[in-house]
């Protein structure tokens, strides 16, 4: 077993006037592939490294099947790394880069041989062997740092941002790739990345934080359907959740003049706690171009991505505050407005998204 336990997991430089990160705790299932995601700065690093045992725990503790590991040296922490960087030998070719470890560790030769021969077909490495790395592409090498760790055979595979290196292309087939190896081998899995696409489509649960505080972890959809403060729901998806800052009157609620349509319930729970104002969260899908009823607004941006399309419209209505932001609208590729239309910008009261004003919090 290989399930992964931070408790109260904490990491403060010294001379920092704030911990890199504070008080994590996640639960990680044995075989999960779980993925951390935030924004540059946010402990997500940090917290892969302190897993690894490259950064220490200055409170709290962190446990690998069971066994508290806290203190444990990175190298018997049984736990392999994949960086961004490749970290490849390279006056070695692609089976001397794949063996060092093995035979650092005193491994019989038959079984190098044999480790690394499963692990070349299964990333089809097997023709580039006695290659050097300057011989091959970046998702080659890529590959290759991959069957390194996949030789290891560890309890735990840890990468950190591996595929920033590779172009749109490429990075989009080699996380298929990952995501079909974890599941062959049923390795316990954290991955780290600041590419939220490839947070929602490779991993079973994801980990958002923001400060080095842990905001919220659950599956991609639920991340998607129900994020927990408006730091979640403005970071997950693409394009971002459009926000909007309203005010709550007997009837309803009002962005300037232009009333909000949102669900019954909804509006009875608003109504009835007493908010004065609320933070409305839509997704550009959740918002109609309209030539009759909705949110006044002039296009200034079209952009076709051939089956759908994004549109940035500009509300027009003078009394809306924060009226210099653009509302992004998820439309179908075809029959798109011209920049310069006059449109209203209806919303599905069915998507609407509720935060508490000051603190950001989801309203239940």
Not at 46 to 65: E, N
Not at 133 to 142: F, H, N, T
Not at 166 to 172: N, Q, V
Request: net charge neutral.
């Amino acid at each position: 077993m290989a399930a992964i336990s931070y408790a109260g997991a904490t990491l403060t430089h010294p001379g920092a006037e704030r911990p890199s990160v504070d008080g994590l705790d996640l639960e990680i299932a044995d075989g999960e592939f779980l993925v951390l995601v935030g924004p540059s700065g946010c402990g997500k690093s940090t917290s892969l490294r302190m897993l690894a045992g490259l950064d220490p725990v200055t409170a709290g503790s962190i446990r690998i099947g069971g066994q508290d590991v806290t203190s444990t040296p990175a190298h018997q922490r049984d736990v392999a790394m994949v960086f961004q960087s490749y970290a490849l030998y390279p006056h070695m070719t692609v089976r001397q880069n794949m063996t060092f470890g093995l035979r650092i560790a005193g491994l019989a030769k038959p079984e190098v041989r044999s480790r690394v021969e499963q692990a070349a077909t299964m990333l089809d490495l097997t023709p580039y062997l006695d290659r050097k790395p300057s011989s091959l592409s970046g998702g080659q090498r890529q590959r290759v740092a991959m069957g390194r760790a996949i030789v290891r055979r560890p309890q735990v595979f840890l990468m950190d941002e591996p595929l920033s290196n590779l172009d749109a292309a490429l990075r989009t087939r080699t996380r298929t790739e990952i995501v079909r190896l974890q599941r062959e081998l049923g390795t316990t899995t954290v991955y780290v990345t600041h590419d939220q696409v490839e947070a929602m489509t490779m991993a079973d649960r994801v980990a958002v934080l923001a400060d080095g505080v842990l905001q919220q972890v659950d599956t991609p959809q639920a991340l998607y359907d129900r994020p927990v403060n408006t730091f979640v729901a403005g970071f997950i998806g693409s394009p971002a959740m459009n926000m909007l800052d309203a005010a709550v009157t007997p009837t309803g609620l009002q962005w300037g003049v232009s009333p909000l349509d949102i669900a019954p319930d909804l509006l009875a729970g608003v109504l009835g706690a007493g908010h004065r104002r609320v933070t409305v969260g839509v997704r550009p899908e959740a918002l109609v171009l309209s030539g009759t009823a909705g949110i006044p607004a002039q296009v200034e941006v079209v952009e076709s991505l051939g089956a759908e399309g994004q549109v940035l419209a500009r509300p027009s209505d003078a009394t809306v505050q924060a009226v210099s932001e653009l509302l992004t609208v998820r439309v179908p590729g075809r029959g798109l407005p011209a920049v310069g239309d006059h449109v209203r910008l209806g919303i599905d009261p069915g998507q609407v998204h509720l935060f508490h004003h000051e603190t950001g919090r989801r309203l239940p």
